[in-house]
C-alpha cells in the first residue's frame, strides 16, 4: 500500500541511510545499530546504507565487522551498494562515518534539500560531535570492536533525535 501525498512513503516512517567508503565494515554495522536502537525505542524506521566507493559493490559485510557485530547483538548484513543520486530525495536522513565521506556526500548532493540530509554520525552522540568513526579496513579485531563502540551510541543519539523531533 503506498501513501499519495508522500509517493509511496509512510509519513511516520523515517528513512536513515548510512554511508561509508565501501559499505562492507562501518555503515552496514551503523544500520544495524540504527535498526536495533530504534526497535528498543519504538522508533519506526527504514534503514539502509551505502558507499562513496566502487570497490566492494554486491560483497557481503565484512567478516569481522559481521563478527565484532554479533558479539554486541547486531546482525549486520546486506550487499554493498554504491550512493545514489536518488538516495538524497528517498531518505530522510543521511549519516557520513568520517569527514572524507561527509565531504563526498556534500558535494555529490544534488540539491539543497539533499545537502540539508548529510550530517556527521558521531555529531549524534553528544560525547564525539565532530568524530569520526575511523576505518577500521586495515586494522585489527580490536579496532572493528572500538568501531562498534563508537557506533552504539551515535546509533542511540540519532534515534532519541528523531523521535524527538518526531513528536
Ligand atoms: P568501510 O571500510 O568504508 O567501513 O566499508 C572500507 C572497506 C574497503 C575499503 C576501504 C574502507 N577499500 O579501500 O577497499
Known amino acids: 500500500m503506498r501513501d499519495a501525498r ?34 528498543e525505542a519504538g522508533f519506526e524506521a527504514e534503514v539502509d546504507s551505502a558507499g562513496t566507493g566502487r570497490y566492494h559493490i554486491g560483497d557481503p559485510p565484512h567478516p569481522r565487522s559481521q563478527a565484532a557485530g554479533a558479539a554486541a547483538g547486531l546482525a549486520v548484513e546486506g550487499r554493498a551498494r554504491q550512493i545514489r543520486l536518488e538516495d538524497f530525495e528517498e531518505f530522510d536522513v543521511i549519516v557520513a562515518m568520517d569527514h572524507a565521506n561527509l565531504e563526498d556526500l556534500r558535494r555529490l548532493a544534488p540539491s539543497a534539500d539533499g545537502l540539508a540530509k548529510v550530517h556527521l554520525f558521531r555529531d549524534f552522540d553528544p560525547e564525539s560531535v565532530g568524530e569520526e568513526v575511523p576505518d577500521p579496513y586495515y586494522g585489527t579485531d580490536e579496532d572493528y570492536r572500538e568501531m562498534i563502540d563508537l557506533i552504539l551510541p551515535a546509533a542511540r543519539g540519532l534515534v532519541a533525535r528523531l523521535q524527538g523531533s518526531d513528536s
Do not use: H, K, Q, W
Request: glycine share 12%; net charge positive; hydrophobic share 50%.
Open 6 to 39: 508522500t509517493g509511496g512513503r509512510f509519513p511516520g516512517v523515517m528513512r536513515i541511510l548510512t554511508v561509508c567508503l565501501g559499505n562492507i565494515c562501518r555503515s552496514p554495522a551503523a544500520e544495524a545499530a540504527i535498526r536495533a536502537a530504534a526497535a
